[in-house]
Each structure stands twice: as C-alpha cells, then as structure tokens.
C-alpha cells in the first residue's frame, strides 16, 4: 500500500480529496473516524469491513460513514491498477447529507470524478473555490445510485467456515448438505444460520457470491466459459442466463458498457 495517501487539513472545507493511480497488490486502509466516500475506476476493488466485503467495479464507489474505522478499520484492495479517489468529509458538514448509516456501495458519475481531480490537481485551488466544489461534491454524493453489491460475512464459526469456503472455491457451493456435513452441522441448521446471519437465504448468498466474482473475472478478462466453470454453473448459458438475472445485461454488455 503506497503509504503517500494523506488527506490535506480539513479546516473550513466540507470536503478534502485524494486521487491517484492505486496499483494492484496495494492496500488502503483508512485510519481516520470520519466519514468517507472511496471510488474506484478502469478497474474494480475489494472492501472489507470486519466479516463483510463489498465488491467495487468500474465507476462505482463506496460509503463509510463515520465511526467506521474506530470500531473495525476497513482494508480497500484493488482488482489490477485502477484511478482511486477518495473523498474525507468534515463532520461538522458530512451530517447534513441523508446517507445511510452503514457501509453502502454507491454508482459513480462523471462529475463527482471530475470533482476529484480537480480537488487534487498540482496547483492548489484558492479556498474559496476548494469550498465550492466540496459542496458540489457533498451534493452529487447524496444523489448517487446504491447498487447492492455487499456480501454479508458471519461470526458463526460454522457459517464463516462455509463461506471461506467457497469463497476460495466457488464450485463447491453447489451442494449445501456437503458444505453442511463438512461444517459438522445439517443442512436444515445451515440454511437457517444463514439466514440469520446475512439476512439472505442460502441460495440467495450464492448467488450474490457467484455475481459478484463473476464481476472480478471478467474485469480481470476471464471468458463466460471460464467462469461458468470456476463459479460452479452447469454451462456457459447458465452463467450468462444468471448474470442477467442479476445485473440486467449480459457478460459481454457488461464488459462493453460507458
């Protein structure tokens, strides 16, 4: 992780900024209780928040808000070299704007990436102007989309072991009563747990869980064949089939969209 990523002094400002290229292999991790808004573009990025990841791709971004970092410090990786912005909100003013109170992966727009460049351009702006954009910024956070692209973690040894699991090998999520026997519980108990848990069912973790490393093989060139293998489908239809379901449009429009 390149250790060069300071935020300037808040001061008066509602909002300060850092932007620059984030290389694969990097870690961010934030150290500050305020609240952020971390953006990922021409690539993707993991964040992870105690048991919880979130999956960001291309022109999309994430909320924490503040108190994030005190009670479990999230840890932001890239998925290959991308332009990472992020923005740290003044508390005095990040308070004003309706955002939730938890983590929240939030859609992107040309002008909150212009926002960020401009902020950290090599010439500093005048303050008056740095004021400006900080509430256009504060503005075009609030109005953003919120995709769901949060996978729900576990504190239940059972259920974190299942999902380490198939996290690592997504195939194996084909069969609950393996994962269950081999969590040394049943089927019945596991599906309730998850439930419990996550506040989604089995098959709807799965799902989200085969999406949302669908999303990472793809930024990373993987073919649909390739995936419907590693992500445990039954063919290439299949896998464009529930790539659909979930994002609308299929592996290649998703590959091409701007």
């Given at each position: 992780?390149?250790?060069?990523?300071?935020?300037?002094?808040?001061?008066?400002?509602?909002?300060?900024?850092?932007?620059?290229?984030?290389?694969?292999?990097?870690?961010?991790?934030?150290?500050?209780?305020?609240?952020?808004?971390?953006?990922?573009?021409?690539?993707?990025?993991?964040?992870?928040?105690?048991?919880?990841?979130?999956?960001?791709?291309?022109?999309?971004?994430?909320?924490?808000?503040?108190?994030?970092?005190?009670?479990?410090?999230?840890?932001v990786e890239p998925v290959g070299d991308i332009?990472?912005?992020?923005?740290?909100?003044?508390?005095?003013?990040?308070?004003?704007?309706?955002?939730?109170?938890?983590?929240?992966?939030?859609?992107?727009?040309?002008?909150?990436?212009?926002?960020?460049?401009?902020?950290?351009?090599?010439?500093?702006?005048?303050?008056?102007?740095?004021?400006?954009?900080?509430?256009?910024?504060?503005?075009?956070?609030?109005?953003?989309?919120?995709?769901?692209?949060?996978?729900?973690?576990?504190?239940?040894?059972?259920?974190?072991?299942?999902?380490?699991?198939?996290?690592?090998?997504?195939?194996?999520?084909?069969?609950?009563?393996?994962?269950?026997?081999?969590?040394?519980?049943?089927?019945?108990?596991?599906?309730?747990?998850?439930?419990?848990?996550?506040?989604?069912?089995?098959?709807?973790?799965?799902?989200?869980?085969?999406?949302?490393?669908?999303?990472?093989?793809?930024?990373?060139?993987?073919?649909?064949?390739?995936?419907?293998d590693t992500l445990g489908y039954s063919s290439p239809s299949a896998f464009v089939a529930a790539?659909?379901?979930?994002?609308?449009?299929?592996?290649?429009?998703?590959?091409?969209?701007?």
């Amino acid at each position: 992780m390149p250790n060069d990523i300071v935020f300037p002094p808040n001061g008066r400002l509602p909002v300060v900024a850092w932007s620059g290229p984030l290389p694969i292999g990097a870690k961010f991790t934030p150290h500050s209780g305020k609240a952020l808004v971390l953006f990922c573009f021409d690539g993707m990025m993991r964040v992870e928040v105690g048991e919880d990841r979130w999956f960001i791709p291309d022109r999309h971004g994430i909320w924490l808000p503040a108190g994030t970092v005190p009670m479990v410090e999230p840890v932001v990786e890239p998925v290959g070299d991308i332009e990472f912005q992020a923005f740290q909100l003044h508390p005095k003013f990040g308070g004003r704007i309706a955002m939730p109170e938890h983590p929240t992966v939030v859609s992107a727009t040309p002008l909150i990436r212009g926002i960020g460049r401009r902020l950290t351009q090599p010439s500093p702006l005048p303050e008056p102007q740095q004021r400006r954009l900080g509430w256009s910024a504060l503005d075009e956070v609030a109005r953003l989309e919120r995709p769901d692209l949060h996978l729900p973690g576990s504190r239940d040894p059972r259920v974190a072991a299942v999902m380490a699991r198939v996290m690592k090998t997504p195939r194996a999520a084909s069969s609950l009563d393996h994962l269950a026997r081999a969590a040394g519980t049943s089927e019945r108990t596991l599906s309730r747990l998850f439930l419990r848990e996550t506040g989604l069912s089995w098959r709807a973790w799965r799902d989200r869980m085969r999406f949302v490393l669908a999303l990472e093989g793809l930024q990373l060139g993987q073919s649909s064949t390739a995936l419907a293998d590693t992500l445990g489908y039954s063919s290439p239809s299949a896998f464009v089939a529930a790539f659909r379901r979930q994002s609308g449009m299929t592996p290649t429009q998703w590959r091409h969209r701007r």
